[in-house]
């Protein structure tokens, strides 16, 4: 069992709706990450928290806002998707940013698919 | 720019062979390398980790080495099994303190029974 929970695990909408993907670990690590993953290709990083603060953005577009309420807790909120949206959304976290000898965990994913 | 490379895209071989994975990276200043499976439909599974001061990992059937000055890492996998059949990504994480990784396309291995 993953140690990285998200939710929900499929997610279908429409390309004006408002919906968010939500991520959870409680290993007590500080960095958290979003990636997307399309169909056979690997994943690509989108965003990067470090102690809840936004440390890196992929020149993503706008369309998706990342935020970190708390240290468990990384959500991704979207808002007029474009069906090129659709893909595997994968949350993972690490122990910090600083330390190199620690490995990233991942989540099971989100499948979005947008109409 | 890093680039990571995987070769093969696909393998399959039947239960009981030992394999190698190969994985090729062009910058050397690297932090780490590590291993992922990820089965279908599914997230990544870390497998082993490699700092970049060390020459390989273990663990249970797998090992991986790293020689960093030839840009180079495999993953070999002992007296494969069904079970092991998945797509298994490589990716380094650069020079940096971002935590970014940086990933291979992936082998995807097929073990028959």
């Known amino acids: 069992d993953t140690e990285v929970t998200q939710t929900p695990k499929h997610l279908v909408m429409g390309m004006t709706n408002k919906k968010s993907l939500k991520c959870e670990q409680h290993m007590g690590h500080r960095a958290m990450y979003w990636y997307k993953q399309k169909a056979k290709k690997p994943p690509e990083l989108m965003f990067v928290?470090?102690?809840?603060?936004?440390?890196i953005n992929e020149s993503v577009p706008s369309r998706f806002s990342p935020e970190c309420p708390n240290s468990s807790l990384l959500n991704l909120h979207l808002h007029a998707l474009q069906p090129e949206d659709s893909a595997l959304y994968l949350c993972a976290s690490s122990q910090e940013l600083g330390q190199g000898n620690q490995p990233q965990h991942f989540g099971d994913g989100t499948r979005l698919s947008i109409l | 720019k890093q680039e990571v490379t995987q070769i093969p895209a696909a393998l399959s071989v039947p239960e009981g062979e030992n394999l190698v994975l190969n994985c090729s990276f062009t910058d050397s200043a690297i932090y780490n390398l590590q291993w992922f499976r990820q089965d279908p439909g599914k997230g990544l599974t870390s497998l082993l980790l490699i700092q970049s001061s060390q020459r390989e990992q273990t663990s249970g059937r797998l090992n991986a080495s790293l020689d960093k000055s030839s840009g180079r890492s495999t993953l070999y996998i002992a007296a494969s099994q069904p079970g092991d059949s998945a797509t298994y990504l490589c990716?380094?994480?650069?020079?940096?303190?971002?935590?970014?990784?940086?990933f291979g396309q992936g082998t995807t291995l097929q073990v028959k029974p």
């Open positions: 928290y470090s102690y809840e603060k936004l440390s």
């Open positions: 990716a380094v994480r650069p020079g940096s303190n971002t935590g970014k990784l940086i």
